[in-house]
């Protein structure tokens, strides 16, 4: 069966600090992959999304950048975060054939403090 | 512009009571739609979808959905609560390879 991992679960790191999320998705190949937020009382906000390794389509313009240096690697960074990039970021996978049917990891938490 | 609309922010309910979350949404195809549940400090966990045929769908935990076509509804039901459905329930619309969340409604079960 296929699985999602999202570490670290919580995460406090200053401002002007890096970040680096990562997520990984065992069990199926070549999955859609998807980072989004979710800002307290908020719904989610697709950050970014990958249809293939090295393929990153950004939804917002932000501080926030994204990697897929391997087929089931999704990687959330920042070179310097801002207080406004708190909140909880989701992980999800999406299986070509299942189109529209999205996994979601179980999220980080990030505080910038 | 894709968008779903979620008009409850906050609904409580008693234990052992029925239970109805509204979903208006905005596409101007045919929408794929979707149910998703998240407890405190979760990730999501998808209830059920609808992509054609019957307009009722079930889905896991008791939960079904009835997708409204005329009103552009996808208002999900529980004809009794449980004390475990207390949770944030966020309704979806997908198109191309994203989807669109709606704000949430977030559901206390009272004793």
């Known amino acids: 069966s296929q699985t999602i991992h999202q570490w670290p679960a919580t995460l406090v790191q200053p401002v002007g600090s890096p970040l680096s999320l990562e997520c990984t998705v065992e069990?199926?190949?070549?999955?859609?992959l998807y980072w989004y937020r979710q800002a307290a009382g908020r719904g989610l906000q697709l950050l970014f999304y990958s249809v293939g390794i090295g393929q990153i389509s950004s939804e917002v313009p932000q501080n926030l950048s994204a990697s897929r240096p391997q087929d089931r690697q999704f990687i959330l960074s920042s070179k310097k975060l801002l207080l406004s990039d708190s909140g909880f970021y989701l992980c999800a996978w999406e299986d070509r054939v299942a189109k529209n049917i999205q996994y979601f990891g179980a999220g980080t938490r990030l505080s910038v403090l | 512009a894709q968008s779903v609309t979620q008009p409850d922010i906050h609904i409580t309910v008693s234990e052992g009571a029925s239970l109805e979350l509204r979903c208006n949404y905005s596409?101007?195809?045919?929408?794929?739609l979707f149910w998703y549940v998240q407890s405190p400090g979760q990730g999501l966990q998808l209830l059920l979808k609808?992509?054609?045929?019957?307009?009722l769908v079930q889905g896991i935990k008791g939960f079904e959905a009835e997708f409204k076509r005329s009103q552009s509804s996808f208002n999900l039901r529980k004809p009794s609560v449980h004390w475990s459905d207390a949770a944030e329930y966020f309704c979806?619309?997908?198109?191309?390879?994203?989807?669109?969340f709606g704000a949430g409604t977030t559901v206390t079960v009272r004793a």
């Open positions: 069990g199926t190949s070549n999955p859609n």
């Open positions: 609808y992509f054609s045929g019957d307009t």
């Open positions: 979806a619309v997908g198109y191309d390879y994203k989807l669109s």
């Open positions: 596409y101007g195809a045919t929408p794929y």
